[in-house]
C-alpha cells in the first residue's frame, strides 16, 4: 500500500511540476513537502502541502493556505471546498484539482485596492459582539513554565463548519486572539457512499511543526470528531523541546477533561 502510493505521489509530483513550471517548489523531498503559487490578477495564494504516507489512498495530504489578504469566509469556504474535492475522488490523487479550484474561486475575487488593505474587519465592526452558534468548548487547565503559557480548548465536531465556528468563537477571546500561537489539529469521520473516512487537518500558527505534533497525537489516540486548539503566550524565554511536551499534554489534558478521550 505505501509503496503504491508513493509511486503515485511521484507520479503526480512530475505532473505538477510539468504543468506549472516555476511555480511549483520542493521545499523538502525528504518530508514529501510542496508548495505552489496560484496568481490571479492582483491576488495570489500560496498552497503548502505534504504528502503523508496514506496519501492517496486512505488520507488527503496535509495542505495549509498562505493567503494573508483573503477574507475569513472565503477562507473558510475555500477550505470547505478542497475537501469536498478529496471526498470526491477519495482514494485518487486530487491536487491539481485543488490548485485549479482555487483558481477558479481567485477568479471570482475581487482585487484589493492598495489604500484598503490596511483596513481590518476589527476597525469596521466589534467581533466579540457577532453571535456564533458553535459546538461547546472545553478549556483545559494553564500549563506554566518560565513565563511561557499554554491552554487547551477541545470540542467535538462533525463539520468543517463546526472547527470554523470553535476557532471563531475562540477568536472572540481577546486572551486568546492575542496569544503567540493558537495551534490546531482535528479529525472527523465522514461516511459517504464509498465507505468511512478521514477529514482531518492541522496548523502551526507559526509555531513550527507544533500543528503537525498535535494532529499525530490525535491519530495515536484513534480520536474522531474532535478538534483541539492549543493556545501558548510566549514568556521571553525559549524552551526548546520542552514547548512540545506541553503542547501535547495540554492537548491531552482538554480531550480528557472534555470526555472526548477514548478509552
Known sequence: MESDNLSKQIEEVEALSSIYGDDWNTDSEATRSYSIKIKDDK????????????????????????????????KENLHYSLDEI???????????????????????????????????????????????????????????????????????????????????????????????????????????????????????????HAGGRMLHLLQILDQKNTLVVVSRWYGGIQLGPDRFRHINNATRQVIQQAGLLKK
Not at 461516511?191 to 477529514?199: A, D, E, N, P, W
Request: glycine letters at 4%; one cysteine or more.
Open 43 to 74: 491576488n495570489e495564494v500560496i498552497l503548502y502541502i505534504t504528502m503523508t504516507e496514506g496519501y492517496p489512498s486512505v488520507s488527503p495530504p496535509k495542505y495549509e493556505l498562505s493567503a494573508p489578504w483573503m477574507d475569513r469566509k472565503v
Open 86 to 208: 478529496y471526498l470526491d475522488y477519495l482514494g485518487e490523487t486530487v491536487i491539481y484539482q485543488w490548485v485549479e479550484k482555487i483558481r477558479e474561486i481567485l477568479q471570482t475575487i475581487k482585487p484589493v485596492e492598495p489604500e484598503k488593505q490596511h483596513i481590518s474587519v476589527e476597525e469596521i465592526l466589534d467581533v466579540s459582539q457577532i453571535e456564533i452558534n458553535c459546538p461547546d468548548i472545553t478549556h483545559g487547565e494553564v500549563i506554566v513554565d518560565r513565563k511561557s503559557s499554554f491552554q487547551g480548548h477541545a470540542a467535538e465536531v462533525h463539520s468543517i463548519d463546526d472547527v470554523n465556528a470553535v476557532i471563531a468563537k475562540l477568536m472572540q477571546n481577546k486572551k486568546i486572539q492575542n496569544a503567540t500561537h493558537n495551534m490546531y489539529a482535528y479529525r472527523i469521520e465522514k461516511k459517504t457512499v464509498k465507505g468511512t473516512t478521514m477529514l482531518q487537518d492541522c496548523s502551526d500558527d507559526g509555531e513550527a
